[in-house]
Nanobody, 119 residues
Framework: QVQLVESGGGLVQPGGSLRLSCAASRSIFSIYAMGWYRQTPGKQRELIAAITSGSKTNYADSVKGRFTSSRDNAKNTVYLQMNSLKPEDTAVYYC?????????????WGQGTQVTVSS
């Protein structure tokens, strides 16, 4: 098991930046992938960024070139740097740990952090 705690959300003007953090309760070194999802009311949670244990990253087209995911294994923390924010980026952002052990998988979630982009 792993507990995840997100932080860093808030209110920012369009064009601004925020950095989200996701602190894990244990080592993330061997976790298959850490992901960032976001959700708005009435919509499904969508994957916007992921970083593997080998630090390979993938991004949704909607955030590519603006968001960057990174990880600090020594601090058991992953980050999401969000630049050039747009009003449509407003959502609750969730951190996810996707664990693979043999044929078994498990997903763990943080509590979410609100990001509001508005002037």
């Amino acid at each position: 098991q792993v507990q995840l705690v997100e932080s860093g959300g808030g209110l920012v003007q369009p064009g601004g930046s925020l950095r989200l953090s996701c602190a894990a309760s244990r080592s993330i070194f061997s976790i298959y992938a850490m992901g960032w999802y976001r959700q708005t009311p009435g919509k499904q949670r969508e994957l916007i960024a992921a970083i593997t244990s080998g630090s390979k990253t993938n991004y949704a087209d909607s955030v590519k070139g603006r968001f960057t995911s990174s990880r600090d294994n020594a601090k058991n923390t992953v980050y999401l740097q969000m630049n050039s924010l747009k009003p449509e980026d407003t959502a609750v952002y969730y951190c996810n740990a996707h664990i693979v052990v043999g044929a078994a998988t498990a997903d763990y979630w943080g509590q979410g952090t609100q990001v509001t982009v508005s002037s």
